[in-house]
């Protein structure tokens, strides 16, 4: 199937001397651009979510190296600035880890140029493919709902979970759509509904809180939801609110489906437990669009991913195809 029309977002684009990243930060209501010309730049849009979404992170993490190679930085330096950048996602170390490789391997600027398209370019071409392996998962006629935003804005483009919902409407296969608004920073109701608005796909946005009723009421057959970093037993972290998204849906007999390319898998992480859980800073939570909503003197605590049980996931998707209820077994099997 020809999803071409559901393909048309870039937010991480490579000028030839500098890096260009949509600003999420900004979005919907303005489409501005930063250029990065060092990796100092790219590191700080890591830091303040001006780019976010594991695999986005990681790919601009990627250019970041080349910058740091043409302008002649100390490339340890740069590569342990960038790693620093956000702890949860591993598409970040990923990344990193395989631009290491090929300095260690005595890389040319050219030569981590093309390491960099290609981390890009293999990122585009297994959403593509993870669109239709999930897809295929969905009866014709259902509803999903969707958390944070794992679009276009959240990868080389086309999206994982959201690519899953494209490729899915585009087969006539998902006929509802609802996106949780994803407080505290609003991704799903800021940057998922922008996404979908401009794809022209019908999408309702829902608060977060009223999934729980949305199960109940039928309408839903799918949760879909991307992932920041999947342990060896399958157990996956993601955007705050997936965990209890897993539990609700379980309760309520609803699929919960997990859509992440295979450079989300991190085999050296053996449970959930294990992952890092990146904790921002509570004005997030207290303050809404630069204003404070919260007594003065309140307190709020903002861990902004949570573990979801592998035991609650129906299926994982990734390029490498699917793999239902996931376990160590099954994840040693098809990541070694
Ligand atoms: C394809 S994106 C998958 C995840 O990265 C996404 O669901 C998510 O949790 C993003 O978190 P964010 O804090 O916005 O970077």
């Keep these: 199937m020809d999803y071409a029309r559901y393909d048309r ?168 759509v609802y996106a949780g608004e994803t407080r505290p920073w609003l991704q799903g109701a800021r940057l998922t509904m922008w996404e979908l608005v401009r794809d022209g796909i019908p999408a309702r946005l829902i608060a977060d809180s009223a999934a729980a009723h949305l199960m109940k009421s039928g309408a839903v057959q799918w949760v879909i939801v991307g992932a920041d970093r999947i342990a060896a037993n399958g157990d996956t972290a993601n955007k705050i609110g997936t965990y209890q998204l897993a539990i609700a849906a379980r309760h309520h007999g609803v699929g919960f489906m997990v859509v992440a390319p295979s450079s989300t898998v991190d085999m050296a992480t053996p449970g959930g437990d294990a992952i890092e859980i990146e904790l921002r800073d509570p004005a997030e939570l207290l303050e809404v669009a630069g204003r404070r909503m919260v007594a003065e003197g309140a307190q709020a605590w903002n861990p902004v991913f949570d573990v979801t049980p592998a035991a609650l996931i129906d299926a994982l998707v990734t390029e490498r195809g699917v793999i239902e209820r996931p376990d160590a077994a099954s994840m040693r099997a098809a990541f070694g």
Excluded at 61 to 68: E, F, I, K, S
Excluded at 80 to 99: F, G, K, Q, S, Y
């Design 9 to 176: 977002i870039r937010a991480v684009q490579w000028r030839d001397d500098h890096l260009r990243l949509l600003d999420q930060r900004r979005l919907p209501f303005e489409e501005a651009w930063i250029d990065c010309a060092d990796a100092a730049a790219v590191a700080q849009a890591i830091r303040d979510l001006a780019v976010r979404g594991a695999p986005a992170i990681g790919i601009a993490a990627a250019w970041g190296v080349v910058l740091a190679m043409r302008r002649g930085a100390d490339l340890d330096v740069v590569l342990a600035t960038l790693r620093a950048a956000r702890p949860t996602a591993v598409n970040l170390m990923w990344a990193l880890d395989r631009m290491k490789a090929r300095i260690a391997a005595g890389a040319d600027a050219a030569a981590l140029v093309a390491e960099a398209q290609a981390i890009q370019d293999e990122d585009l071409a297994a959403n593509r493919r993870m669109g239709a392996l999930g897809a295929a998962l969905i009866a014709p006629g259902s509803g999903v709902l969707t958390h944070c935003n794992t679009g276009s804005l959240a990868t080389a483009g086309f999206g994982t979970a959201l690519g899953v919902i494209r490729a899915g409407v585009a087969e006539g296969r998902i006929a509802r």
